[in-house]
């Protein structure tokens, strides 16, 4: 079955080359949202098998957007892997306290990315 993946990045040239990967990689169908706002929307509408969340966003940033997701009754069981940056111990600490699914640290290797979220997400 083909999997539904939403990216939610500000960055357009890391969400266009991300939405790349997948599509080639795995054949994925793949949304992407460039705003917390925009993709908490299109996770209600769509229900995508997972979302792909960047962690540092203008205006809203990336754990508030996943508590977004978590406070709604339709999108709370949505698996969310963090894009981020920051590998800082104490910041991974923090991401592990917090349900997400992963964590997959920038900069990510594109030819890899897909598998690396198939493997979070257990898929074979």
Avoid: N
Avoid at 6 to 25: F, G, H, K, N, Y
Avoid at 29 to 48: I, L
């Amino acid at each position: 079955m083909t999997k539904h993946i939403l990216i939610i990045e500000d960055e357009p040239d890391i969400r266009e080359a991300t939405q790349l990967c997948l599509e080639v990689a795995k054949g994925w169908k793949v949304s992407t949202a460039c705003s917390s706002q925009e993709g908490v929307e299109k996770a209600v509408a769509e229900h995508p098998d997972a979302v792909l969340l960047d962690v540092m966003m203008p205006d809203v940033d990336g754990l508030a957007t996943f508590a977004q997701l978590q406070a709604h009754p339709s999108t709370q069981h949505i698996p969310v892997i963090l894009l981020t940056a920051k590998a800082q111990p104490d910041e991974q600490r923090r991401f592990a306290q917090l349900k997400v699914a992963g964590v997959i640290t920038k900069p990510y290797d594109p030819l890899t990315l897909a598998d690396q979220i198939a493997e979070v997400l257990e898929i074979r």
